[in-house]
């Protein structure tokens, strides 16, 4: 209505100044009134100066002639023919593509609007690419949904991560297409982009050691160097756009969910895990207990034949013994006393320190995982099954040579036996006699060569 009565004005103005004279052709905004002249001037792509709107307007929809009574319909407005580089990239993206039942992608105006572009703000990544959230939410509601309640979404963080960093702008690409920035294997780095930059002062504290760590980790180097598809990257763990604390109960980060966030690829240990001693308390809610990462781990996880892993051979008694030779904890749980001198003691520790892996460490009785007291018939530690466990490296026929010595752990009280402290009492009075005895025989011997020179 408004541009009916518009054209209707500005043709009673035409007929008053008469005809012949030459009138200059009506203005885009006498007609199109709904938009402001002095507003749209100060757009990108308004030339500053209100009254030489008209220019502007044509930069973008051409030259054709306008009358009194309004004119042809323009040809469609192409950005491209100004914007090549960014028509051309985003010709690429996965937002350019046709789409079944779709007339057409994703173009420059769903994004950017058509007569409000503002520049955009340049800077370090994140740096105003806030405001770029706003153009990607208008269709993708629950990726922002997800992205805004989460840690980068609720951040005060001037930089902080916002679609753009994740997805690119232009280059929006399917998270399959393997050069896209959020493919899996290219999570990691995306990510680092910003938890390895040394320059930060945003993150939190002490966060940029863990994620280095992944890089050097069994599951970062899978990625890195084997291109492994089905190895953990930070989404696996993180999630990708509601990405909450550990603290935060819901997280699957948190204590309670770890064992279940591991077991989504290695069910199998899982399983044996949750049906273990420590599985069994765990479900029962102590804390005591360890998890996954407590053995492993968040970041810095490696295989067990890696010697700097926490479940390399030798390094497993002081895992164990963290908590088993902890007397607090001991004595809260009500656990049977063992203290760490009684496997390092034996055959088995004293030469696991010395750095042999192939005698038993707790693990290689006790399994890794599925741990069970060894009054479960089921354990491995349980008498009926010690044959088996200590003959997977005592091959002897005759299993009664390593079979005889007893109990494994000894007590502080069975140690104490008298029997025991005076066969202990005798062999250090031999061992020193010996070593007195033999020390004095050298020094004489020595004396008497010297003399005799
Ligand atoms: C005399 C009045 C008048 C003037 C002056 C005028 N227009 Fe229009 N314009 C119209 C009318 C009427 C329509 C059709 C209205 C509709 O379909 O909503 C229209 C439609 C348009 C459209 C939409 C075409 C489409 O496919 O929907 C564009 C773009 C446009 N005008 C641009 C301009 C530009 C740029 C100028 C200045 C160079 C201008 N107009 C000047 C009256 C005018
Ligand atoms: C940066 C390029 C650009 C400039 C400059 C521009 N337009 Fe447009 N205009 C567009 C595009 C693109 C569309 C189509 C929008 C869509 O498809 O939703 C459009 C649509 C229109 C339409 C029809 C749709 C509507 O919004 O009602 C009119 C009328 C119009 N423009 C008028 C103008 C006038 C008047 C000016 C100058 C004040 C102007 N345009 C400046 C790009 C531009
Ligand atoms: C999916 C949304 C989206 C689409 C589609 C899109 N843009 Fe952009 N564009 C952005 C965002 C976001 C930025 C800011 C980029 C940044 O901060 O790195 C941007 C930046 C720009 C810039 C300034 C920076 C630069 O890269 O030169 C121009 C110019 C631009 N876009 C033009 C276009 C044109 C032309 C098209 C259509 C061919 C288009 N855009 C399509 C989202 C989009
Ligand atoms: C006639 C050429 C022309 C056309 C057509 C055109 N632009 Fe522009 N555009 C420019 C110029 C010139 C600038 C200003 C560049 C500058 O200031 O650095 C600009 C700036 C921009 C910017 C801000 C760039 C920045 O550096 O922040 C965006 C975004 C943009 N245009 C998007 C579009 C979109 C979307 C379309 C189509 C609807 C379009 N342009 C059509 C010439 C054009
Ligand atoms: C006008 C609506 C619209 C806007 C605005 C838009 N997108 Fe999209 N986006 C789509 C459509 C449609 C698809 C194609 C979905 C498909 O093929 O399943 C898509 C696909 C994507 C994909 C690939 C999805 C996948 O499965 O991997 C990503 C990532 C994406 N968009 C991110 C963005 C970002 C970032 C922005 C803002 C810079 C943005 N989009 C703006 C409509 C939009
Ligand atoms: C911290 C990085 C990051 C940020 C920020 C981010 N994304 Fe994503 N996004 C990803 C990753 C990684 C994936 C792939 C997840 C996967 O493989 O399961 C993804 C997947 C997607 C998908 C396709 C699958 C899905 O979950 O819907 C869309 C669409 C998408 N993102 C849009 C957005 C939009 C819109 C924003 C901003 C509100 C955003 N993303 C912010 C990293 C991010
Ligand atoms: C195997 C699962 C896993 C992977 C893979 C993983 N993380 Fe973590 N991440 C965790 C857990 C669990 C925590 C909680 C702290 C802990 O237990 O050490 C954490 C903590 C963090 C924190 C610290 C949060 C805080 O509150 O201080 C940041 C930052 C982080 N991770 C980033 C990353 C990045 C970036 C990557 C990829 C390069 C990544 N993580 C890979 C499991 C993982
Ligand atoms: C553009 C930079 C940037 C990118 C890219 C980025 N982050 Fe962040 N991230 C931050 C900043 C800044 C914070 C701190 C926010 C705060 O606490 O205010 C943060 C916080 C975090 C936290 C801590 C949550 C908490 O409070 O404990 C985790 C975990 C995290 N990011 C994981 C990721 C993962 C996973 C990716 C990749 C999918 C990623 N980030 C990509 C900048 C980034
Ligand atoms: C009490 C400490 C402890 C806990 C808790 C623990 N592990 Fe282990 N894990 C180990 C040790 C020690 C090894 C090395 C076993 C060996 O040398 O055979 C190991 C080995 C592994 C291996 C290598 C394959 C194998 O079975 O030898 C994987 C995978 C693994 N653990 C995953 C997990 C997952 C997932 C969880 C949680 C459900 C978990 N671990 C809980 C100590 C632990
Ligand atoms: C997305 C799947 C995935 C998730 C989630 C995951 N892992 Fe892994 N993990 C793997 C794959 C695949 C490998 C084998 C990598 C290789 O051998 O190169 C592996 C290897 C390991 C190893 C080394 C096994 C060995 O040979 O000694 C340990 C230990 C381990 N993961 C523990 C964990 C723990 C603890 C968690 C939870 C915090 C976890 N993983 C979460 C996939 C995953
Ligand atoms: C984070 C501390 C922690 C670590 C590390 C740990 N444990 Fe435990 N373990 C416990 C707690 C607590 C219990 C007792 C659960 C209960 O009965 O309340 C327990 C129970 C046991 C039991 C049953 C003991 C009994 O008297 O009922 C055995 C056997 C055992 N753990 C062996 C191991 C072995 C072997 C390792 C190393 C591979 C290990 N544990 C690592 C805390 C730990
Ligand atoms: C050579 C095999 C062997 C090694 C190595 C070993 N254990 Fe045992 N452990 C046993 C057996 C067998 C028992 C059953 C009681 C006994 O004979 O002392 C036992 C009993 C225990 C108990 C008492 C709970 C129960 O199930 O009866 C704990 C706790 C324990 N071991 C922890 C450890 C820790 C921690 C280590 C490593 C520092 C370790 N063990 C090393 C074989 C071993
Ligand atoms: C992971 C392999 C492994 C397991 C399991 C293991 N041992 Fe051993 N043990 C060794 C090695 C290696 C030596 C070094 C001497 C040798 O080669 O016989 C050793 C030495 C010994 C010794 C002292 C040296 C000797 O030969 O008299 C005794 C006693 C012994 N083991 C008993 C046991 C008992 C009992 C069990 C089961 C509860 C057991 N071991 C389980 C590897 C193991």
Known sequence: MKRLACVFGVAIIALLAGPGRAVAQPGCLDCHDDMEAEAFAKTVHGGGDAAQVDKACRACHGA???????????????????????????????HHAQREGETRGVGCVDCHGAHGIEKVPEGTPGNGRRAA??????????????????????????????????????????????????FRLNQAATCAACHLDPKRTDLPEGSQKMVADYFSSIHGLAVAKSGLLVSATCVDCHGSHHIVGQKDPESQLSRA???????????????????????EFFARGNTDVPVCTDCHESHAIRAKWDPQSASYATNVPELCLKCHADQALIARNGLTEMRSETYNRSYHGAASRLGDKTVANCASCHEAHDIRRSTDPKAATHA??????????????DPSAWMAIGRIHLTTAQESHWVAALVQHVYWILISFTMVFFVGFILLDLRRHFRNR
């Open 257 to 279: 969910n770890i064992p279940a966030l591991c077991g989504r690829c290695h069910l199998g240990v899982e399983t044996l895990y949750r049906e273990s001693v420590h599985g």
């Open 133 to 182: 959230n706003a153009m990607c939410a208008k269709c993708h509601k629950v990726a922002m949904e997800e992205h805004a309640t989460g840690r980068h979404g609720m951040s005060e963080s001037a930089t902080v991560a916002t679609c753009v960093d994740c997805h690119g702008a232009h280059d929006v690409l399917d998270r399959k297409d393997p050069r896209s920035r959020a």
């Open 64 to 94: 054709f002639e306008v009358t009194d009574d309004g004119h042809d319909t323009p040809d469609p407005v192409n950005c491209g023919t100004c914007h090549q580089d960014s028509a051309k990239v985003t010709a690429g993206s996965v």
């Open 384 to 397: 009926s099954n010690l044959h088996q466990t200590c003959g997977r490296c005592h091959k002897s026929d």
